[in-house]
């Protein structure tokens, strides 16, 4: 009984603390974050197969593109309802102020996870010590190329590509950075 009584007061604490916006906006967040580590993981595995450290698998690529495809876009847009920056999360108040730009890099990552996984019979463009094998790279090239250029580059360069749109993103609108 009394556990029970604490749980409901407690409960009812942080309902206070935090208002009906944040509960509604938790789900959100968890959802985000659950992509984001998705994403990662899967990222992460690549990292040896890119820089020529374990055999080449095209499969392995094509379906890390799918999860970056699958928690990109507009599915990645829709989980950052405005203001849903509450502690813990590290998402910045720039996401609100300059939302175009925020959603055009959720779009960025769609587009270059597809022209990864177009790439992933190319192979490795042999330049492992260079800007292609870079994970989170900030050497990787600027410009947010199409689906159509990055289908026809060594995958590794498609991959950089792919990359350099998490870590733009973060270092505009997330707290911590990579
Ligand atoms: C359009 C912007 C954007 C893009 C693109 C993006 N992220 Fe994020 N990411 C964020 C923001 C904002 C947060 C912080 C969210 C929060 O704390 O509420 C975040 C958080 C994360 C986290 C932390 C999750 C956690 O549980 O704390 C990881 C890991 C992550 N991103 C990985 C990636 C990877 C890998 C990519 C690329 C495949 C990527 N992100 C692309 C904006 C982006």
Same mark, same amino acid.
């Given at each position: 009984m009394r556990t029970r009584n604490w749980i409901s007061i407690a409960a009812l604490a942080s309902a206070m603390i935090l208002g009906p916006a944040q509960i509604g906006h938790a789900n959100d967040v968890d959802k985000r974050m659950a992509g984001m580590s998705a994403m990662q993981k899967r990222i992460k595995a690549l990292v040896p197969i890119m820089r020529g450290l374990s055999e080449y698998d095209a499969d392995a690529v094509r379906s890390a593109a799918d999860t970056v495809i699958a928690n990109s876009g507009d599915v990645m847009t829709e989980l950052?309802?405005? @203001? &849903?920056?509450?502690?813990?999360?590290? !998402?910045?108040d720039t996401i609100w102020e300059d939302w175009d730009g925020f959603a055009e890099l959720a779009n960025a990552l769609a587009v270059t996870a597809e022209g990864m996984k177009r790439a992933a019979?190319?192979?490795?463009?042999?330049?492992?010590?260079?800007? @292609? &094998?870079?994970?989170?790279?900030?050497? !990787?090239?600027?410009t947010a190329l199409d689906a159509d250029t990055l289908a026809g580059m060594p995958v590794d360069a498609a991959f950089a590509a792919m990359t350099k749109i998490c870590s733009s993103c973060h270092s505009k609108f997330r707290a911590k950075k990579f």
């Amino acid at each position: 009984m009394r556990t029970r009584n604490w749980i409901s007061i407690a409960a009812l604490a942080s309902a206070m603390i935090l208002g009906p916006a944040q509960i509604g906006h938790a789900n959100d967040v968890d959802k985000r974050m659950a992509g984001m580590s998705a994403m990662q993981k899967r990222i992460k595995a690549l990292v040896p197969i890119m820089r020529g450290l374990s055999e080449y698998d095209a499969d392995a690529v094509r379906s890390a593109a799918d999860t970056v495809i699958a928690n990109s876009g507009d599915v990645m847009t829709e989980l950052f309802p405005e @203001g &849903s920056n509450a502690p813990p999360s590290e !998402a910045l108040d720039t996401i609100w102020e300059d939302w175009d730009g925020f959603a055009e890099l959720a779009n960025a990552l769609a587009v270059t996870a597809e022209g990864m996984k177009r790439a992933a019979d190319n192979g490795l463009g042999g330049n492992q010590t260079g800007q @292609g &094998s870079g994970m989170m790279s900030d050497s !990787a090239p600027d410009t947010a190329l199409d689906a159509d250029t990055l289908a026809g580059m060594p995958v590794d360069a498609a991959f950089a590509a792919m990359t350099k749109i998490c870590s733009s993103c973060h270092s505009k609108f997330r707290a911590k950075k990579f």
